[in-house]
């Protein structure tokens, strides 16, 4: 069994600035960083380093080629990223010294994926393989219908939340993973018990539902599992749910209990929460191995 992941490659530039700008002010910038970004790139790291084989399939333009190194640097299969014509997908990141932080979200070539794309992507894989997605490219609905047709396993991290998801058909989703802020928009429920109740309905197959720093809930409609999120010294809990998401699904699709894949993707992403910063901080499995060992 392989996995591939269709999703965004992002490169964040983050400045840091004194104090967030006004309208129409020009403030200087000393400290500029570039990192690699995207659901989509995050995600295929953290489904690669918990041991499984892992295609990425996405777009870049020219100057996102380092995205596409750094993947391959980890391990992640990169041969079916496109290179195009277009930007790549890009976040501009303003930061002032107390974390608060404003945004500008480009994004370019991960909005251009095309059916013939999904196609080509596709027919690297067969009845059996796991493919994830989030919600920051186009064709979503069309790699769900041609995946189901291939029998593939679908998992969906439905993430950013935007209005479409309320309506959206969930019911070939083998495993669908989200937080609190996107379970309740959804289901336009705010107590958790009806969110995931709500979520069950809609969904083919299970709903794995995070709650930051209260830990996270499993549910298929019949087996229900809830487990703490482990004690640590939160610094940076960007990624958290990235991190957690390859974690859980390895562990649900080699067989463990419910309770037992839920442990093992909350220490991942409470290892991943005492560092700064998103992708660079996802943890290799000997590291989760030992964490656990040790709490
Ligand atoms: P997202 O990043 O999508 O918003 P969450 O914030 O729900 O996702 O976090 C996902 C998982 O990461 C949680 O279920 C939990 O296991 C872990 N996590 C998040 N915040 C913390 C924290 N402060 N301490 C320990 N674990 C955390």
Redesign the pocket.
């Given at each position: 069994m392989k996995a591939i992941v269709f999703g965004s490659l992002n490169i964040d530039k983050v400045y840091s600035l004194s104090h967030l700008p006004e309208k129409g002010e020009t403030l200087s910038c000393g400290r500029y960083e570039i990192h690699v970004g995207g659901k989509g790139l995050n995600q295929s790291i953290s489904l690669s380093n918990s041991g499984m084989e892992v295609y990425m399939a996405g777009q870049i333009g020219s100057d996102g080629i380092f995205l596409k190194e750094y993947l391959e640097k980890v391990g992640v299969n990169t041969s079916l990223i496109k290179v195009t014509d277009s930007f790549s997908g890009h976040a501009v990141i303003e930061v002032d010294p107390d974390g608060q932080n404003q945004m500008i979200l480009f994004p370019g070539a991960n909005r251009e994926t095309t059916p013939d794309y999904c196609d080509e992507v596709l027919e690297n894989f067969s009845k059996g393989d796991l493919i994830l997605m989030q919600y920051e490219t186009s064709q979503v609905e069309y790699m769900i219908e041609k995946a189901h047709e291939k029998g593939l396993v679908i998992a969906l991290n439905p993430?950013p939340y935007v209005d479409k998801l309320k309506d959206f058909d969930y019911s070939r989703i083998d495993y669908l993973i989200l937080?609190?802020y996107e379970g309740q928009s959804i289901t336009g429920e705010s107590d958790n018990g009806k969110v995931i109740e709500a979520l069950c309905e809609k969904v083919g197959g299970a709903v794995i539902f995070?709650?930051?720093?209260d830990?996270?809930i499993y549910s298929d409609g019949k087996v229900t599992a809830k487990v703490p999120?482990?004690k640590?010294n939160?610094v940076d809990?960007t990624?958290?749910?990235d991190t957690?998401t390859g974690y859980i699904l390895n562990s649900l699709m080699s067989g463990k209990a419910p309770e037992e894949a839920l442990r093992f993707a909350?220490a991942a992403?409470?290892i991943a929460?005492t560092k700064a910063g998103a992708a660079e901080t996802i943890p290799s499995l000997e590291q989760v191995n030992n964490f656990l060992m040790e709490n």
């Open positions: 993430s937080n609190e995070t709650l930051g720093g830990g996270a999120a482990f640590v939160a809990t990624g958290a749910g957690f909350s992403s409470a929460v």
